[in-house]
Each structure stands twice: as C-alpha cells, then as structure tokens.
Nanobody, 128 residues
Framework: QVQLVESGGGLVQAGGSLRLSCVIS????????LGWFRQAPGKEREFVAA????????LYADSVKGRFTISRDNAKGTVSLQMNNLKPEDTAVYYC?????????????????????WGQGTQVTVSS
C-alpha cells in the first residue's frame, strides 16, 4: 500500500516563498514518477510539476515555470516543491501524487487519471 502525506502549506504574502514536502511510503517508491497538482475553489484539479524516478526529467506547468522547483530524495522517500515569487492565483490545495503503474518510466504525463495514489492535500494561500 502506498501512502502520501503532504506538509508545508500555509499563508504567505505575494512575492513570498513556501516549500511543500511529501513523504511517500511503500517499498518501491523510488521507482515511481511523483507529481504535484493543485485545486482552487470551483476549479478542476490541475497539474503543477512532476519528476521521474531518477530525478533526471522534470515537467512544469507554464504558469509556474521559473518560479517552482520540484525535487526528490529517494533515500528519504520524499518529494518537495519549492515555490518562489508566489502569486495570489497560486492559492489552492496542493496534492502530492504517485504514478505507480509506469515504474522506471522517464516520460512524465500531466493527466490526473494516470496518478493512482494521492495525498490528502495541503492548503496554500497567497495574499495580495
């Protein structure tokens, strides 16, 4: 069974920074693609960033490119999202997700249905 637990959300002023972390359980977590998604009130869940099992390949949504950085530590079983220069439109619940069905893949996809395990989410609020 795979479990994901996010932390690090909070309230920050526009232009500020936050770092989200996600701890992943499961013996084979190091082989998964890991991603971050977000969902704002009244909107669909959207892709933010993802990283392949090796850490070699990453993918970002255009809206966060250059501001957010995803990283992983397979030894610790964690994936992080460093968010800089935050904007009010970044306000959302952020979810960590794992794609466990395409182990060792170096091809990241952005579709939510590909990710089969999800965390409970952490709230990020950016004030103007």
């Amino acid at each position: 069974q795979v479990q994901l637990v996010e932390s690090g959300g909070g309230l920050v002023q526009a232009g500020g920074s936050l770092r989200l972390s996600c701890v992943i359980s499961g013996r084979t977590f190091s082989s998964y693609i890991l991603g971050w998604f977000r969902q704002a009130p009244g909107k669909e869940r959207e892709f933010v960033a993802a990283i392949t099992w090796s850490g070699t390949n990453t993918l970002y949504a255009d809206s966060v490119k250059g501001r957010f950085t995803i990283s992983r530590d397979n030894a610790k079983g964690t994936v992080s999202l460093q968010m800089n220069n935050l904007k009010p439109e970044d306000t959302a619940v952020y979810y960590c997700a794992a794609d466990t069905r395409r182990r060792y893949s170096e091809v990241v996809v952005t579709t939510t249905t590909v990710y089969d395990y999800w965390g409970q989410g952490t709230q990020v609020t950016v004030s103007s």
